[in-house]
């Protein structure tokens, strides 16, 4: 399985930005699909996440209210709309695929990912 994310960019504070994940390969093998970031200096943190096969989503606090995840399946794609963005949002973004169907309590946990995108970098000017 490999992951792809792009959509990253550099926005001033209140802009949005829509981040994609492309997955290919045995897409079949993931049942979920999350966001997470990384800061320069901070540990990584997840955003959101999404499943392939319904539509239970989670968010981080953060960011509920402000981004959006969601999925295409014919396109084998999952984004994450950012809006009403802030600087503290710069970081790199990755996205990340699960073999099995992570909870709520399982989701935020990066170790429990099985498969990772590349990054795309986030910067939000004020």
């Known amino acids: 399985v490999q992951l792809q994310a792009s959509g990253g960019g550099l926005v001033q504070a209140g802009g949005s930005l829509r981040l994609s994940c492309v997955q290919s390969?045995?897409?079949?093998?993931?049942?979920?699909v999350a966001w997470f970031r990384q800061a320069p200096g901070k540990e990584r943190e997840f955003v959101a996440r999404?499943?392939?096969?319904?539509?239970?989503?989670y968010y981080a606090r953060s960011v509920k209210g402000r981004f959006t995840i969601s999925r295409d399946n014919a396109k084998n794609t999952v984004y994450l709309q950012a809006n009403s963005l802030k600087p503290e949002d710069t970081a790199v973004y990755y996205c990340?695929?699960?073999?099995?169907?992570?909870?709520?309590?399982?989701?935020?946990?990066?170790?429990?990912?099985?498969?990772w995108g590349q990054g795309t970098q986030v910067t939000v000017s004020s």
């Open positions: 390969g045995r897409t079949f093998s993931t049942n979920a």
């Open positions: 999404i499943s392939w096969s319904d539509t239970e989503i």
């Open positions: 990340a695929g699960s073999r099995v169907n992570l909870d709520a309590q399982e989701s935020p946990v990066d170790a429990l990912w099985d498969y």
